[in-house]
């Protein structure tokens, strides 16, 4: 077991884990899919936009899939598909912004119409996927030798080639901690806090922000602070995640009406997308710093 770790770490700190991120990036390309089709059924799909990410989803899994079999397929179809993705993502998020500007009152009643209306940071957090895509795309494969024989690419590609990329990852893992630590909080108020656990993500996500935000600019909190918060952090989206799904078991009808309480509960998926945030950082504590140069 150790010497397995001794590998993964390995590899990581080299950049030599394309297959097992394509692999990550599959998986939670799904199941981001997943609760963006149901979210956007509870909004009668009034914009045609709104199928995009749901077709996006799918392909973003396809491709990332194939990034797992092939070099190729992840240097080229999963590279396009997640910039197309993460664009989509910003432009969703610009949709959810007009939602909000749109409902009565406006950007005059702001904390009322954030909480009622369409989840804002939503389109953005939909895009980790994507992101994590974009990412593997540019790592090398796990069977690589653990020297290039000569760079591949330049400037900030190279960096992502040879794994180092600490820096830039703690501030998307800060990024993503703030979204989804807005997200839970206003999700949270909406329940008004009905149980004493809905108030981790939002006590936990300004800890592992300022973990994030001290990882940019010192490597020994990289090293030490960051994995202990990410590591809570993903903790804590798995215990999220148990208690939404029993938030809608215990529905009325419970598991015989599975699809209309999955649809109108607690959002299932939700609470693996603060998990997500804790992933980051902890990759994020194990890769190397960028050059000085």
């Keep these: 077991m150790e010497k397995a770790l001794e590998i993964v770490n390995e590899h990581i700190k080299d950049g030599r884990f394309q297959r097992s991120l394509s692999l990550v990036a599959a998986v939670s390309s799904f199941v981001s899919g997943l609760e963006v089709s149901y979210e956007h059924y509870k909004g009668s799909y009034s914009n045609p936009v709104m199928y995009t990410p749901v077709i996006l989803s799918g392909v ?52 009322t119409n954030i909480i009622m209306g369409p989840p804002i940071f939503a389109p953005l957090l939909f895009g ?18 653990k020297q290039a024989p000569e760079p591949r690419y330049r400037g900030w590609r190279r960096e992502l ?42 006590i936990l996500a300004p800890i592992q922000f300022g973990a994030c935000v001290g990882g940019v600019f010192s490597e020994r909190v990289a090293r030490r602070l960051l994995p202990a918060s990410s590591a809570v952090a993903a903790v804590n989206g798995g215990i999220g995640f148990f208690y939404h799904a029993r938030g809608i078991v215990r529905r009325p009808g419970r598991t015989r009406h599975w699809l209309y309480n999955i649809l109108y509960g607690p959002p299932i998926f939700a609470p693996l997308l603060f998990s997500a945030c804790g992933a980051l950082g902890l990759l994020a504590s194990l890769l190397r710093r960028e050059r000085r140069d």
């Excluded at 994507?130 to 790592?139: D, E, P, Q, T, V």
């Design 60 to 111: 973003l899994t396809g491709a990332a899939l194939a990034g797992f079999f092939s070099r190729k397929a992840a240097e080229r179809v999963l590279r396009w598909t997640s910039a197309i993705t993460l664009a989509d993502g910003i432009i969703g998020f610009g949709f959810h912004i007009r939602g909000i500007q749109r409902k009565p009152g406006g950007w005059k009643l702001p904390l």
């Design 128 to 145: 980790t996927a994507a992101y994590l895509g974009f990412i593997a795309s540019y790592l090398r494969r796990e069977e690589d030798r």
């Design 161 to 202: 080639n040879e794994g180092r990329f600490q820096k830039h990852l703690c501030v998307v893992a800060a990024a993503w901690t703030l979204f989804s630590g807005v997200e839970a909080w206003y999700s949270h108020y909406k329940s008004r806090f009905h149980i004493w656990s809905q108030w981790l993500p939002v």
